[in-house]
């Protein structure tokens, strides 16, 4: 409720409020939605089968789960990137940046991440479908994953289990170097800043996606880069709790709390609403 609240409040108020137009803000706009997405994905089920006791799914469901967590979680990978390239040419290229990041390029840039989501997501989802089951049905995993599908399966699983290796760091690296490189040139240009209001102005600008980056891919770290899906489920599970819930209820607040621009949008917009209902 509180990862749903937070975005959707994000959300709201790029859309209503003037002076969150920009394209940082349209970026943070897709990046809430993309957040209640992926959540919305697992853990209602996963709150159901607490609540009824009932933990039995259907594979129907299941592959569907599986394919839009995994589409949802990469497309966030290539948005962050996005949002990282968007911070270099605000603090890099401050000039030129209203003519560079445009609403079509935004819309454009967007876009992309959606497609390369399903570029990488498809092929290894393709051979998910293939996959026989002949014994065990129990999956050791609160929500429908696919190392956890592969652990229980007697198909041959090298190729599969090898792709999904493959498209992860492919994820993992592509979008990481473009932050990296991003965050390089920024802190370059930062430090030749000549006073320390201006730096401080400026890393400030940054350091609520420098958090959110840090816990994604933190996260994705134990998850995905890692030799086999016949490693323990253990810390797998832990992580996949802090991925799915805890780092999307935290990135609104991360937003809120650190942005002065995004709290008084929010103080403005209380603002009207107190009045309104006063009226």
């Known amino acids: 409720m509180l990862s749903v609240t937070g975005n959707l409040t994000i959300i709201s108020l790029t859309i209503v409020d003037p002076q969150l137009k920009t394209a940082m803000y349209y970026f943070l706009q897709k990046f809430s939605f993309l957040e209640i997405s992926f959540t919305s994905a697992c853990i209602p089920r996963y709150l159901y089968n607490l609540s009824t006791g009932h933990k039995i799914i259907t594979y129907n469901s299941c592959i569907t789960e599986i394919f839009f967590t995994d589409l949802f979680a990469v497309t966030e990978f290539f948005l962050l990137a996005t949002m990282s390239y968007d911070r270099y040419v605000a603090i890099c290229k401050p000039l030129h ?20 989501g399903l570029l990488i997501v498809f092929p290894p989802f393709s051979l998910i479908l293939h996959l026989e089951f002949c014994d065990s049905n129990v999956i050791n995993h609160f929500i429908c994953d696919s190392y956890p599908l592969l652990k229980i399966s007697c198909s041959q699983s090298w190729l599969l289990e090898h792709m999904l290796i493959v498209c992860a760091v492919l994820t993992f690296v592509m979008t990481l170097l473009c932050v990296v490189l991003s965050y390089m040139h920024i802190i370059k240009t930062i430090l030749q800043f000549p006073s320390a209001k201006q730096r401080k102005k400026a890393f400030s600008t940054c350091s609520s996606h420098m958090i959110v980056i840090s816990i994604t891919y933190g996260s994705c770290i134990f998850i995905y880069v890692k030799p086999s899906a016949k490693d323990s489920m253990a810390v797998n599970k832990g992580v996949t709790v802090l991925n799915t819930s805890i780092a999307p209820m935290l990135s609104p607040f991360i937003y809120t709390l650190r942005n002065k621009q995004v709290k008084q949008a929010f103080n403005n917009t209380v603002k009207r609403i ?6």
Do not use: F, G, Q, T
Not at 274 to 279: D, E, F, I, M, V
């Open 97 to 116: 940046y209203v003519s560079i990041m445009n609403s079509r390029v935004c819309r454009r840039l967007v876009l992309c991440c959606w497609a390369a």
């Open 274 to 279: 107190s009045l309104l209902l006063r009226k």
